[in-house]
Every structure is written in C-alpha cells, then in structure tokens.
C-alpha cells in the first residue's frame, strides 16, 4: 500500500535527521539508536518496495488482536505524555508533549482507514 510507504520514508528521513543532529551535538554514541532504527526502517521500506504484501482480508480475530495490542500503548503513551506536561516545566518540552498526544488518535484513524482500504482491495481480487 502506498501509504505505508509514505510513512515509512518519513519516519526513515526524520530517524536520519535525528541522528545526524545527535551526532553533531552530542557525538556518535547519542546517535546509535536513531541510526539504529533508520538502519531497521530502511530495510522494511526496501522490502516493501521491492516485495510488496498483497493485500488481505481484516477478520474479527485480526481487529480484536491489533485493538488489544494498540489500546493499552495508546493509553500508555497518552499517560506519559500527560505526566510530561505536568511535571516538566519547559514549554518546548511541554509543547512536543502535546503534539505527541495529538499524534495518537491520528495514528489510530490513519490504521483504520488504512485497514479499511485494505480490506476492501481484499475483497476486489476475489
């Protein structure tokens, strides 16, 4: 699907960004993780190019596995950004805090719709 695609290669750009600043300001073993991850991204982008998964039908069992595993991380995820805010006095952090709680529930409708393109290309090859 294209956009798996597209996300990955942002997220490959930003982990990129990422190490490359921590590797400027705080030198290369700040950036290991970042480059670590961009590594790990940059190849299930390549896989994903070049062998693309064809399309498969969403279940009840399916649903209900991705909604048990993403509904406590989301809660999670959520909380600790609220105690960020809370506790952290900086604004910048305050405000990254708070676009990072923004991202949650768009990641979540950016899942379903995704799932629902999916499964409807699904049902159109069969």
Not at 30 to 51: I, T
Request: hydrophobic content about 65%.
């Amino acid at each position: 699907m294209k956009s798996q695609r597209i996300v990955l290669a942002v997220v490959l750009i930003v982990l990129v960004a990422c190490a490359v600043g921590f590797a400027v300001v705080d030198g290369l073993r700040a950036a290991a993780s970042p480059a670590l991850s961009a590594v790990v991204c940059g190849f299930v982008l390549y896989r994903l190019v070049k062998h693309p998964m064809p399309p498969t039908r969403w279940t009840r069992r399916r649903v209900i596995l991705v909604a048990v595993a993403l509904a406590p991380v989301s809660v999670a995820v959520i909380a600790t950004m609220v105690w960020v805010i809370v506790v952290n006095p900086d604004w910048t952090i305050r405000l990254v805090a708070a676009v990072a709680i923004a991202v949650v529930p768009a990641s979540l409708v950016w899942l379903v719709r995704l799932a629902r393109r999916e499964d409807q290309a699904a049902k159109d090859l069969v």
